[in-house]
């Protein structure tokens, strides 16, 4: 009753995309004994070796008196990010809208297939093995095509791109762990004559949670950076994409590279959200319990 | 106490009609033709209501295989089984038997207490009723306080205990139990022995009991079913007439001891493979 999908390689390779930089939030249990010290510990080496880079940065900018369309100085860049707060957080509020609006949109039609895979085998067996093939292509690069599948001056065509990055990571990942149950919690279940639909509530719906989030977190910075490549080809001025290729064409490169900040900070923003989600939706998993030292 | 007295004239019924587990000529093979294991091989078992009987016998001997072909987890190969006048797989539907897997299998998203409470409602018992049987059981073994804890807050032993809560929790007629006290400590295991006899003499549950342990079948069992490998059949059954209420005077007395040798000496023909039909 339960053939493992052909899925688990590719999923692995999607999970190894994650990065670790935040591997501290998971490790980290609210309401331990020493949580200022656990903090410290957690995120103290990351914050040291930021303020160390940017310091060098400076340093290393003035001293070689690198040309500012190369690589603009972090104070330069500091500067024009807040002097233009309003323009750029502006843009990266709609740039935001189209993001959040793709992931919804393909995160949305990607768990509504995994579930049909549960429930009907051809399309698991029919569809799956395409949603593989499609996850292994660049799908950025159909952004120039998908930003005309709609008017491309509306955010829609923005999310239709990105709810194609979206979906596939998403429900390939989610279909995966439907499926990748402990076969000892299926006998069990049949054991106490459960149906279908408990089996799916009580064992393969939570056994599924950690895949459906870790496939999230990828794609919570992919519908950033998908957004923004859209942006780049074309549509309304007011977003990040236009923004910085406008101001880049224009040699204003300390306005680009405040914009790339705000879009930073947005996708780090985005990623953080769905960590804590995680966290409230599966106070369970490995990931969250607690080890030793923190 | 004297032996003899206070006996309970339990199970041992002749009828099938009286039977909960019948297996005639049961047979059971996996795998392909070009990869083939025979797992078991003419099985014949009656086991009446009321009677607790273990599987003993040497690893791979498919002692895991019959119980999970009385749960209607695994088909026949061959043979015909029927449990609690049904076949295995209307058993199963009408919920006849709680199990205990050789493997915990606990859901780790749920706390002890909802893992306990996961048959009585998938059954649809009343949220009250359901907390106050998980109550009793986790009480029942010593667990009370871990309620609230995730299954892998516990150890090994624990977690079979809660397993052991959830199979009893609904009060099957027929409890399956597969090496249930193996993760346990010597004194856990024999208070649980004694707290499992105690449950099975108030209510009315036949027992299937799957055991390593020679002195534990003969302490639990109305019957030792001994079992031998390669293919996985029945090589004797001994009856145990110790009295009951059994206790530790029960594992002191003489009977006792010859009953173990009397099961050892099985277990041993049938691996040099002297008992065979
Ligand atoms: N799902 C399966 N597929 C193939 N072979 C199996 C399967 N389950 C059991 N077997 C084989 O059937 C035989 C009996 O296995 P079983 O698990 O019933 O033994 P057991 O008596 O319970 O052993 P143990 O005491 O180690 O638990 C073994 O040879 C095993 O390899
Ligand atoms: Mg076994």
Known sequence: ?294 | MVAGTNSRERGRGDGVSDAVVVARGVGKVFGTDTDRVEALRGIDLQIARGEFISLIGPSGCGKSTLLRLIGDLLQPSAGELVVNGKPPRQARLDRDYGIVFQQPTLLDWRTVRANVELPLEIMGVAREERAARAEEMLALVQLAEFADHHPWQLSGGMQQRVAIARALGFRPALLLMDEPFGALDEMTRELMQQELLRIWTETETTVVFVTHSIPEAVFLSTRVVVMSPRPGRISAVIDVPLAHPRDVETRESDDYYRLITEVREALRRGETGEGRR
């Open chain 1, 1 to 294: 009753m339960t053939p493992r999908d052909p899925t688990e390689r590719d999923v692995e390779l999607l999970e190894s995309h994650e990065t670790d930089i935040f591997a501290g939030f998971e490790g980290d249990i609210p309401g331990e004994p020493g949580r200022l010290e656990t903090w410290i510990r957690a995120y103290g080496p990351a914050a040291a070796a930021f303020v160390v880079v940017l310091a060098l940065w400076e340093i290393l900018t003035r001293a070689l008196d690198i040309e500012t369309f190369l690589l603009p100085k972090p104070s330069e860049i500091l500067d024009r990010f807040i002097t233009n707060a309003p323009i750029i957080w502006g843009h990266g509020f709609r740039t935001l809208v189209e993001a959040l609006g793709g992931f919804v949109i393909g995160g949305t039609l990607a768990v509504a297939m995994a579930f049909a895979t549960v429930r009907w085998a051809a399309i698991r067996e029919g569809l799956l093995p395409f949603a593989i093939a499609a996850n292994t292509m660049p799908i950025i690069a159909l952004a120039p095509i998908a930003n005309n599948w709609f008017n491309v001056t509306s955010p829609l065509s923005k999310m239709a791109v990105v709810s194609v990055i979206v979906f596939f990571p998403v429900m390939i990942n989610t279909t995966r762990g439907l499926f990748e149950v402990d076969p000892g919690e299926l006998d069990l279940l049949r054991s106490m004559a459960a149906t279908p639909r408990e089996v799916l509530r009580h064992v393969r719906i939570p056994n599924a949670l950690p895949y459906f989030f870790s496939a999230l977190k990828v794609a919570s910075t992919l519908s950033i950076i998908g957004a923004i490549v859209a942006e780049y080809f074309g549509g309304p001025q007011d977003v990040l994409g236009q923004y910085i290729l406008n101001r880049a064409n224009l040699f204003q490169f300390p306005d680009a590279w405040a914009a790339i900040l705000v879009a930073s900070i947005l996708g780090i923003a985005f990623y953080v959200l769905i960590v804590l989600v995680e966290r409230l939706a599966m106070p369970w998993h490995v990931s969250l319990r607690a080890t030793e030292g923190g």
